[in-house]
């Protein structure tokens, strides 16, 4: 099975599942059927025989008779002639009922002859063992009556009393089903390969994918576990080489800074400091940004409040410039102290440059925490929230350069909680201003515990 390909393994499936199928009907034939198809036992003979012995009989031994062949199995009871059997035109009856008359007269010879089906199943639509219909066969016999005979009319081979095209159905049915549960058995493993590969798209960290599947599917799985390894390596490399740069831009701005203030105080010389400056920020978002899809892995935050709270006091704000609402009860979420510092530096550094202060909330919503950064600044358009996501992209109207912006922050953001499962988004505050929502995946025992 691990040499055969994924066509392969469905051929045979279908395959099997028709082989099945014939080996049951073959199997079915050989059992005994309940419809008889021997012509001595015949429903035709046993009704010619029962009007042979009536016939041969006295009228008045005619009942006992009726009763020992109702004994036997065999429906009948005696009435007196129909007096529309007197003036039946024999214009009004269909070929079947012609046909009918004409071979009771060959085997019964010329004597009043009926024959109708009645409309009712006497034991119910659904019920197993029930004839197709019921066939009421009138016949004279000696002595003015006449027989009438309820006979089951049973065209199908039947099985224990179940027709055999039944057993065929529900047996191509149900092997039906069990092919399609194994083909789709043999296409899980793609169905999970592009889930994860989904996965690999929110995080540039690798994840591993158990090769299982057709030989098709562990290849693909191969080459893609492999792609995930340079992908990584890739990354890393220009994390080091961003670092390099940027460690040696630093030092040649440092220089650079030194000479330029031993210059005469001049407004140049202040310009060319200012300069300096922007450029060191923008060197330093740079690397940030670069660091942030290698955001280091550690141990998952236990309590949101708790870990919210400590950070504000490292940052040290000044007071009446930061308010925190905690969410009153422990919240774990699946994102390690390290990158949640990174995400609130860049979102309460933006609050508070654009709004001048900013109001922190933690919630609980169903299986997410959240964090809400809200400011009253000018905000963000609608139509480019999706714009100040990605890298260096600025808004002029109102977010301007002598503010200190690089156009990273939000980037930088975006991708540590692309990395760890969470999301960002940007509303707008009633009231006025922005709301910075940052949707953080709980940990499996909060799951649990909701």
């Known amino acids: 099975m691990l040499k055969l390909g994924l066509v392969a393994r469905i051929i045979m499936i279908v395959a099997v599942a028709l082989f099945v199928i014939q080996l049951a009907a073959f199997a079915a034939a050989q059992l005994k059927p309940d419809t008889s198809f021997n012509p001595e036992i015949s429903p035709a003979m046993q009704v010619k025989s029962a009007i042979r012995l009536l016939d041969a009989i006295a009228p008045e031994a005619q009942p006992l008779a009726v009763r020992a062949l109702n004994a036997n199995g065999l429906a009948l009871r005696l009435i007196d002639v129909p007096v529309s059997a007197e003036k039946s035109d024999p214009s009004s009856l269909t070929l079947t009922d012609k046909l009918a008359r004409e071979f009771a007269t060959i085997a019964l010879g010329n004597r009043y002859f009926n024959l109708r089906s009645l409309p009712e199943r006497p034991q119910g639509w659904f019920s197993v063992g029930a004839p197709d219909r019921i066939m009421e066969v009138s016949i004279g016999v000696a002595g003015g009556k006449v027989a009438v005979f309820s006979l089951p009319d049973t065209p199908t081979v039947r099985l224990r009393g179940v027709p055999v095209g039944l057993i065929a159905g529900v047996l191509g049915m149900l092997v039906a089903v069990i092919a399609i549960a194994a083909v789709a058995r043999e296409t899980r493993p793609l169905t999970r390969l592009s889930r994860t590969v989904n996965a690999i798209g ?15 599917l562990r290849m693909l799985i191969k080459a893609i576990n492999a792609m995930q390894l ?25 220089r650079f ?22 450029m060191q920020r923008l060197v330093e978002d ?19 409040d708790s870990a919210v709270c400590s950070h504000l006091a490292e940052r040290q704000d000044a007071p009446g410039l930061v308010a925190f ?4 009860q422990p919240l774990g979420v699946t994102m390690p102290q390290m990158a949640l510092m990174r995400v609130l530096d860049n979102l309460v550094d933006n609050a508070l440059r654009y709004g001048g202060r900013a109001d922190i909330a933690v919630e609980h919503h169903s299986d997410q925490g959240v964090i809400v950064i809200g400011d009253r600044g000018p905000g963000i358009p609608t139509d480019r929230r999706r714009d100040v996501l990605e890298p260096f992209v600025r808004l002029e ?9 690089s156009g990273l922050g939000l ?3 975006r991708q540590i909680l692309d990395a760890h499962g969470g999301a960002l988004c940007l509303e707008d505050r009633d009231g006025g201003g922005l709301n910075a929502i940052v949707l953080l995946p709980l940990a499996a025992s909060e799951r649990k515990a909701a």
């Open 286 to 304: 740079a690397l940030g940004f670069a660091r942030s899809t290698v955001v280091p892995d550690g141990r998952n935050i236990v309590d949101l």
């Open 397 to 405: 109207e109102s977010r301007n350069r002598d503010l200190g912006g």
């Open 202 to 216: 929110n995080g540039l960290q690798p994840i591993h994918v158990p090769e299982r599947g057709a030989c098709e």
């Open 257 to 278: 800074r030194l000479r330029v203030e031993m210059m005469p105080d001049t407004p140049h010389r202040d310009r060319a400091i200012a300069d300096v400056e922007a």
């Open 325 to 328: 609402s905690p969410v009153g």
């Open 411 to 413: 980037a930088i953001v």
């Open 230 to 254: 340079r992908i990584a390596a890739l990354v890393n490399n220009r994390t080091l080489i961003l670092g390099a740069i940027s460690h040696d831009l630093r030092t040649y701005l440092t």
